[in-house]
């Protein structure tokens, strides 16, 4: 039987969220809560298996407010601060589940995560830090509980980011360039989630429109945008622009794949 898959969108904003402290632009003041974007991650579920992608600023209030009680392990995509700031959180869940967490993340993100917790893998530990199972991985398939994970590495401008592909379900965040032995491990995705900064040309994130013209090259039938920037505009009316089967992501928004 095919293995159901659960995946929610903790937050779908770039690295200063929306609204962004101190502006006060149209998209920024909006009351629409779609346009509300706290960092983008997601959390991917099976019947027994959660698996965050990324442990944002704001993981601790992503987590409370989707009421989750469960994770089995977080997995990084790059080590920049808006998707490794929240890891030290995981320690609440190290409390009642009574087991550290495992952590996987490519070699220059193992890195930074000692040198940005540096408490966390000192060998005189302060009681209380968080309990993790490092892990190092490069684009070797490998199983967390009953889910199979597919890392594959996409560009941040000259910054090597992993995408993962779970399943027929593809996500990838920071990225404005993809080698083509690459796409063809994305081919053959139901869904895809992309990052889509803004409309303007930007160093290291596709646009909009490169977004868009990905997806169509790649031949998905469903793609959903995350890594969002106030520049984009508002939701509801960015969303009246776009293709058939191409949508904005939104925080709290719950795909089943």
Known sequence: MSLNLKITFLGSGTSTGIPMIGCSCAVCTSSNPKDKRLRSSILVESPTTAIVVDTTPDFRYQMLRIHNTKLDAVLFTHPHKDH?????????????????????????????????????????????????????????????????????????????????RFKNFTYITDANRIDEPVKEKIKGSDVIVLNALRNEQHISHFTLSEAIELVHELKIPNAYFTHISHQLGKHDDVEKTLPPGIHLGYDGLVLHV
């Open 84 to 164: 490794i700031a929240g890891l030290d959180d995981i320690r609440a869940y190290n409390f009642f589940q009574q087991k550290p967490m495992d952590v996987y993340a490519n070699a220059l993100t193992t890195e930074a995560l000692k040198r940005e917790f540096a408490y966390v893998f000192a060998e005189k530990k302060y009681p209380g830090i968080p309990q993790i199972n490092l892990h190092t991985i490069n684009e070797t398939p490998f199983n967390i509980g009953d889910i199979n994970v597919l890392p594959f590495t996409v560009w941040h401008h000259k910054m090597p980011v992993l995408g993962y």
